[in-house]
């Protein structure tokens, strides 16, 4: 059972566009929704994250949507750029009750092309 | 190191060989975590410890991997008797506390000819 579902699984978008990507959770425990970039040949890196207690979050040209009646958060990127091009993970956690901000649950990832 | 080194960085080993991954965490991290990356997917969580015990290993795929972290900081994946479908990119990451931020290492290729 896939308890976080991520699409799409692979986006194109032209430079200085914005790149919007879904991620849909079952486990109404979740408390923690962070967003990893990851490059060819390295590890995620943490992008950005949020708390289901607010709504959104931005940082810079980052911006996460949270819904917690649907289940579903998004990752905006505006003013795309070329260096952005990477694969970007949605994950989630519980926090409450002992739980970790590293013992995540991935979507199965986008893959995210900014052409020039 | 500034950040969480993983070694070797590639690993190729015959079926039914035993391997050693290991992870060195960011100094003063007392989190760690080990995950598991097939290609085109998401990393796969697999254990994590919290200082020198493991907190939840529910991840881990059956009773050929084993994990230690006996100082509470370096740690060893250990997988007996490989094979072909234990190839993947093993991925270490650390926090500072289990609410801190992870970092993850680059990872170790492991692949089982």
């Known amino acids: 059972q896939q308890q976080v579902k991520q699409s799409p699984q692979s986006l194109i978008v032209q430079k200085g566009g914005i790149s919007i990507i879904n991620c849909a959770y079952e486990n109404t425990a979740f408390d923690y929704f962070p967003w990893y970039q990851q490059f060819p040949g390295k590890g995620p890196a943490l992008l950005i994250a949020?708390?289901?207690?607010?709504s959104e979050k931005k940082e810079g040209r980052f911006t996460i949507s949270f819904n917690k009646s649907a289940k579903q958060f998004s990752l905006h990127i505006m003013d795309s750029q070329p260096g952005d091009s990477a694969t970007y993970f949605c994950a989630a956690s519980v926090l409450g009750s002992g739980g970790s901000q590293g013992n995540l649950i991935f979507g199965k990832g986008t893959k995210l092309s900014v052409k020039p | 190191g500034a950040g969480v080194s993983q070694t070797p960085s590639n690993k190729v080993t015959e079926k039914g060989k035993y391997v050693e991954l290991r992870c060195d965490p960011i100094s003063g991290h007392t989190a760690l975590y080990w995950y598991r990356q097939s290609l085109g997917q998401g990393p796969e969580f697999l254990i994590y410890?919290?200082?020198?015990?493991?907190?939840?290993d529910s991840g881990l795929p059956n009773d050929r991997f084993f994990a230690v972290r006996p100082e509470g900081s370096v740690s060893t994946l250990k997988i007996q008797r490989t094979e072909r479908g234990d190839s993947a990119v093993y991925l270490c990451?650390?926090?500072?506390?289990?609410?801190?931020?992870?970092?993850f290492g680059q990872g170790t290729r492991l692949t089982v000819v």
């Open positions: 949020i708390r289901p207690d607010v």
């Open positions: 990451a650390s926090s500072f506390g289990v609410s801190g931020e992870a970092f």
């Open positions: 410890f919290q200082g020198t015990g493991a907190a939840d």
